[in-house]
């Protein structure tokens, strides 16, 4: 690529700028705070799922245990109703009616010892309970912070989308009717350099990568016709001189 007209070297810096917009638009667009907010609060969720899990499971084992307590009590107590109702029915032996009394008495101390174990499980699983509501509440709140945070990266995304298709728009009638072979070179170049493919030439200074050109360079580059595509010697940008001079 030797030459292009010098109206189009200047104009190809507009579309530079509008790319250069383009690009802005498209790190705003990864780096909005609500991403790194739903980040935190996904890993936040995973943490509390977990958490809920492990809890519902001791709650239900807990449930169990208490099931069985409340069946040993009512096994016994039952026996004991069974050995009173003979008793009080007076169809048994002295011999009889002294061992249901003895058995009475040892099934008694056997009930009370229950009940506690029944107590205390029940006071547990309550306790547990009460942990498990509130983990669940704070599973409620992060899912509808979560919500909020997505709609406020889902409005985010919507201005930031529809002001890159008005810069798309912009760029394409900026480009309309450029050089084929200067859009070639600046698209080329641009994938090269970071998004950067052409620069103006600012006295001796390369607005690409803002060094000063040296003397020569700039003599040689003084001595180009006005339509040759210049390149800067410490970039490679295109250089577009803004004067003929």
Do not use: F
Not at 185 to 208: F, I, N, P, V
């Amino acid at each position: 690529m030797t030459s292009a007209p010098a109206a189009d070297q200047r104009r190809l810096l507009d579309v530079q700028d509008l790319d250069t917009r383009l690009a802005q638009l498209a790190h705003k667009r990864r780096s909005l705070p609500a991403l790194a907010r739903i980040v935190e609060l996904d890993a936040q969720l995973a943490d509390l799922d977990s958490a809920l899990v492990t809890s519902r499971t001791a709650a239900s084992d807990l449930r169990t245990e208490l099931a069985k307590a409340e069946a040993d009590v009512e096994q016994v107590r039952g026996r004991a109703v069974r050995n009173q109702q003979r008793l009080d029915g007076g169809q048994v032996g002295a011999k009889d009616a002294q061992a249901l009394t003895s058995e009475l008495a040892s099934l008694a101390a056997r009930q009370a010892h229950l009940e506690d174990v029944e107590l205390e499980v029940m006071e547990r699983l309550e306790a547990h309970e009460a942990v498990l509501r509130d983990l669940e509440q704070a599973q409620g709140a992060l899912v509808a912070d979560r919500l909020k945070v997505v709609a406020e990266r889902d409005a985010g995304y919507a201005e930031i989308d529809a002001e890159a298709g008005r810069v798309r728009a912009e760029r394409e009638r900026a480009a309309d009717g450029l050089d084929a072979g200067l859009v070639a070179l600046y698209e080329r170049l641009r994938g090269q350099l970071g998004g950067s493919g052409a620069a103006a030439l600012r006295g001796t200074r390369c607005d690409g990568c803002r060094l000063e050109l040296n003397p020569l360079d700039i003599e040689a580059i003084r001595a180009r016709p006005v339509d040759a595509v210049v390149r800067c010697e410490e970039c490679g940008r295109i250089l577009v001189r803004l004067t003929d001079a």
